[in-house]
């Protein structure tokens, strides 16, 4: 089902800026102001500059596009002579252990969702979005990739890319994060052959940059300036990196809610309500590492998440009880998620925050850190945290294979792709 081709992609050439490490970054959407300046200030033609840009309005894109066409000119940057695929591989520490995930980067050509080619997971927002497309606009360029699984339960797919592994990689580095990135280019025609084949029978579900796949279906038609009638045209593809659904590195996070300038919030009052549909007990987990075991063996058999609120040295305990009947939730594989729940009875029904609102983020704020809901707690800056236990991704498979999609914010999956690797040309030719 899905359309994959190598491609040429643009990267930095280590003659010319030294150590890659300084010139990568993460996606524009979790670079805080202070890391914004310390990227800034690691090294001068840093990805940051044309991924996030400064400037007021326009300029800022303007400023991107000079600064890629500069570095392009200069040979700070070149694409590559051939086309291949990428196997992209992170190392990296999580929950006191070492984690390796690995996939590839592809082209894959763009299809609207009705299609059921490629699957969305969650809803998107219009402000980053405009963004994404001022920036893909006036660079004609995909700066960093979106992210996709696919199933891969006989380990085809699996084969070819741990295969490519067993050379000296094109990339090598380790950011300050003590991720090790590396990269190789995966040309030979049988690999490529039998990688487009696998991918030819697949769904793939965005597991991140949903804002950058829907720009770029937008966006491709605009581009389209030539007519490539006989191949098609390089907007008709996105950069994407694919990795296997049965990965053993893939890692998701929990997106935990903090409650803050909510009118008339009484917590009290919320358990008091909640208590035809929750079983509520009082705990005395007070540590991060406490509620996390707590949240893990109890999950297994239900819905259940914690909530602190200032003032209380107890963490509060939510479980569903079984009879509740959740039928206005939707189907059946969104029901049993713990985001489901929390959205749609606590959050939505009991507290009063709509759908905009959840939107907007009105309301709320969000921290995948269990130790750093725990602090804004402690500190009176949110009115309550609720703790969640991570979404696992073959919940999120299912509802998305069904037709549906998660509430904002159900998935953070740990660590971002590295912007800066490799960039994708929109102008031009679809890659062969």
């Not at 479980?319 to 939707?330: N, P, R």
């Amino acid at each position: 089902m899905a359309d994959i081709v190598p491609f040429a992609g643009l990267r930095y050439d280590p003659e010319r800026v030294g150590d890659l490490s300084r010139v990568l970054a993460p996606p524009y959407d979790v670079i805080g102001e202070a890391e914004r300046a310390a990227l800034e200030a690691r090294h001068p033609q840093n990805v940051v500059r044309i991924e996030l840009p400064r400037g007021d309005d326009d300029t800022r894109y303007a400023e991107a596009a000079r600064l890629l066409s500069a570095w392009t000119a200069e040979g700070v940057l070149r694409a590559d002579t051939t086309p291949s695929f990428y196997v992209y591989e992170q190392d990296f520490d999580w929950g006191g252990r070492r984690h390796t995930r690995r996939g590839f980067f592809a082209a894959v050509r763009l299809e609207p969702f009705e299609r059921r080619v490629i699957l969305p997971h969650e809803k998107t927002l219009s402000g980053p979005k405009e963004d994404r497309l001022r920036l893909m606009r006036a660079t004609h360029t995909q700066i960093s990739p979106i992210f996709g699984l696919f199933r891969d339960p006989d380990s085809a797919a699996r084969e070819v890319i741990d295969g490519a592994t067993s050379v000296v990689p094109t990339v090598d580095t380790t950011t300050p994060d003590d991720i090790r990135h590396r990269l190789w280019r995966l040309g030979a025609a049988p690999a490529i052959a039998r990688l487009t084949q696998v991918l030819a029978a697949k769904q793939i579900l965005i597991a991140d940059g949903h804002h950058r796949y829907e720009t770029m279906l937008g966006l491709g038609p605009e581009l389209r300036a030539l007519d490539f009638a006989a191949g098609g045209a390089a907007a008709d593809f996105a950069m994407m990196f694919l990795a296997r659904a049965e990965d053993p590195g893939l890692l998701v996070l929990p997106t935990h809610r903090l409650l803050r300038d909510l009118p008339d919030f009484d917590f009290p009052a919320l358990c008091a309500a909640a208590a035809p549909a929750f079983d509520i007990v009082e705990g005395d987990e007070a540590t991060a590492e406490a509620i996390e075991e707590r949240l893990g063996r109890e999950g297994t058999g239900g819905v259940v998440f914690a909530v602190r609120v200032p003032g209380r040295a107890t963490t509060t305990w939510f479980t569903l009880k079984s009879f509740v009947d959740l039928s206005a939730l939707g189907p059946p594989a969104l029901r049993k998620l713990d985001v489901t729940v929390l959205h749609g009875v606590i959050l939505g029904s009991l507290l009063g925050i709509d759908a905009a609102a959840m939107a907007s983020q009105s309301f709320l704020a969000y921290t995948h850190v269990t130790a750093e809901a725990l602090a804004r707690v402690g500190s009176g800056e949110v009115q309550a945290a609720f703790l969640m236990n991570a979404t696992k991704v073959e919940e999120v498979l299912a509802v998305c294979e069904a037709g549906f999609v998660l509430p904002q914010k159900s998935t953070f999956f740990q660590p971002k792709l590295a912007t800066g690797l490799l960039m994708y040309g929109l102008d031009g030719p679809a890659p062969r």
